[in-house]
């Protein structure tokens, strides 16, 4: 595994070039470019990384997953009352869809799903970013991951869109909290700061039917982790989440830091990182990477 993860990493690295760094979020546009790393952790404690596997990055979007295992946590199928589990085929922060479809998100791995999932959040904890940084500090076995409040204060400042969503949802009933309070919230998750390595450590309750052996905790049941996999499977990585599935073939979550988090349940968890992202908001080197690890072990669900 070590030997193929090296050379996996040599292969693509001339993609990171053709990458573009997300820039509608400033304080991410300063994110160096030349950067890729890889972690895969097995179920049974093996942890194998290369390249810059413990530099942390901003998690952006992949902090959906944890917000909603958190909403599933304390409130279980009633959150299937304010958004769906079907794929948007839409840009992750489209609007259009929202509106015809009378204020409720297709699923919540898109911004505004990711939004109504952080009001009920809102609406459970008395702190809520608080009660996240703690929850992934037990999930990754990590006490120090902190959430960059310069990237969360500049996501704030450039919030319209996210703000037009959250809006549009309340005018339709479909939000209970104060709009601007749970923006803060939404953007401190996506500012938590984790490596590879954490996040593998993080995301592997979901490759072992929800038991987080670094806590202790059955975080999920077995049935919801095969749940929460099907909604990664379907729409973790925005309108590419086919072209995932067809090329890596995987349970996925990605995020516009350049981090991607894929699941082979009941045996690993890989994570990769390159903040050069493509066309759809994904990592373009973080693709690659993923699409030849699976070719050459065969891990496709598929
Ligand atoms: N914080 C980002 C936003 O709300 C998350 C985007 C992402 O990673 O998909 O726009």
Request: proline share 4%; with cysteine; glycine share 8%.
């Amino acid at each position: 595994m070590q030997a193929l993860l090296n050379e996996i990493l040599d292969q693509v690295r001339p993609l990171i070039a053709q990458g573009k760094v997300a820039t509608y979020i400033p304080a991410l546009a300063d994110v160096a470019l030349d950067q890729l790393g890889i972690a895969v952790y097995g179920n049974d404690g093996e942890l194998f990384t290369a390249g810059d596997a413990h530099t942390p990055f901003s998690i952006q979007s992949i902090s959906k997953v944890f917000s909603l295992v958190q909403a599933i946590q304390h409130s279980g199928e009633s959150i299937w009352e304010r958004l769906g589990h079907e794929p948007s085929g839409q840009p992750f922060n489209s609007l259009v869809q929202l509106e015809l479809e009378n204020g409720r998100p297709r699923n919540p791995f898109i911004n505004a799903g990711a939004l109504v999932i952080s009001d009920i959040n809102q609406s459970r904890f008395a702190a809520p970013a608080l009660s996240m940084r703690d929850f992934v500090r037990r999930l990754s076995g990590n006490p120090h991951v902190v959430i960059d409040r310069h990237i969360a204060d500049s996501e704030y400042q450039h919030r319209a869109r996210n703000a037009a969503m959250a809006y549009l949802m309340q005018s339709f009933g479909n939000f209970h909290n104060d709009v601007e309070m749970v923006l803060r919230n939404y953007f401190s998750y996506c500012a938590l700061s984790m490596s590879c390595v954490d996040l593998v450590k993080a995301f592997c309750f979901l490759a072992r039917d929800g038991f987080c052996k670094h806590s202790g905790e059955q975080i999920l049941s077995a049935r919801q982790t095969q749940q929460v996999n099907s909604i990664m499977a379907t729409s973790g990585l925005y309108d590419e989440a086919g072209n995932f599935a067809y090329r890596v073939g995987l349970p996925g979550k990605s995020g516009v830091g350049g981090g991607i988090v894929a699941i082979v349940p009941g045996q690993y968890t890989i994570c990769v990182w390159s903040p050069g992202l493509n066309k759809a908001g994904n990592s373009l080197a973080g693709m690659a990477a993923l699409e030849v690890l699976s070719d050459r072990i065969g891990w496709s669900v598929f």
